[in-house]
């Protein structure tokens, strides 16, 4: 058997297991820095929204959400039949 052959065949086996390792733990990262920009966002958002007037439109819809999804566990109030 050609010696480079075999060479090349330990380095792949070497290699093999850090790029696939490597790849993994670069798109774990990647998926929590997203998570975290979500929230970080959420938090804004919600400060945001407390310094509204209260009773104004946008305030109102957003307590309505907040109340409807803390007691139903969904992110949308249920719709009533018309």
Not at 50 to 73: D, E, I, M, N, Q
Request: aromatic share 4%; proline share 6%.
């Amino acid at each position: 058997m050609d010696p480079t052959h075999t060479l090349f065949a330990v380095l792949t086996l070497i290699a093999a297991p850090a790029v696939l390792t490597n790849a993994s733990s670069v798109l774990g990262l990647n998926t929590a820095n997203r998570f975290g920009r979500v929230i970080d966002r959420s938090r804004q958002l919600s400060i945001e929204v407390g310094k509204l007037p209260h009773g104004s439109v946008a305030s109102t819809c957003y307590a309505h959400r907040s109340a409807s999804t803390s007691r139903s566990g969904s992110s949308s109030p249920p719709r009533s039949s018309r």
